[in-house]
């Protein structure tokens, strides 16, 4: 009898593309790059010495610092650090401060709380 080869199955993951960056988004990423160079310029560090705390490449912070939104995250937050500013991070998203957040749980609560009904715990009266 004759093998029969298995048909070749393998499927390659296309990974999709990154998304097209909305022109506020993009906007903030050059903000948020240009505000980083200023203040490490303010401190007076220089691209190598802010590189090297933060653990990357000299080209990781040009890029960073150019509004790439492909830097890591974590290369952004380790930025905040050396710059002194890692508080701003932990308050992004203040889960006690977010407005929408908090209305649209508000909503979510039932407008009347009704007690269970419980039988009578004796027999008497």
Known sequence: MKAIKPINQSVTSAKPGPLPQSLPVRRALVKFGH????ARRRRRY??????????????TLRRLEKGDGAVAWSTVVRAMQVMGELIRIDA?????????????????LPQ??????????????
Do not use: F, N, Y
């Not at 505000?35 to 200023?38: F, P």
């Not at 220089?46 to 080209?59: D, F, L, N, P, T």
């Not at 009347?112 to 027999?123: A, D, E, Y």
């Open 35 to 38: 505000d980083l160079a200023l």
């Open 92 to 108: 992004l998203l203040d889960t006690g401060q977010d407005d929408l957040g908090l209305a649209l749980m508000d909503q979510q």
């Open 112 to 125: 009347r709380i009704h007690s269970k009904k419980t039988g009578p715990k004796s027999g008497g009266l």
């Open 46 to 59: 220089s691209q190598v010495s802010m590189a090297e705390r933060i653990g990357v490449s000299v080209a």
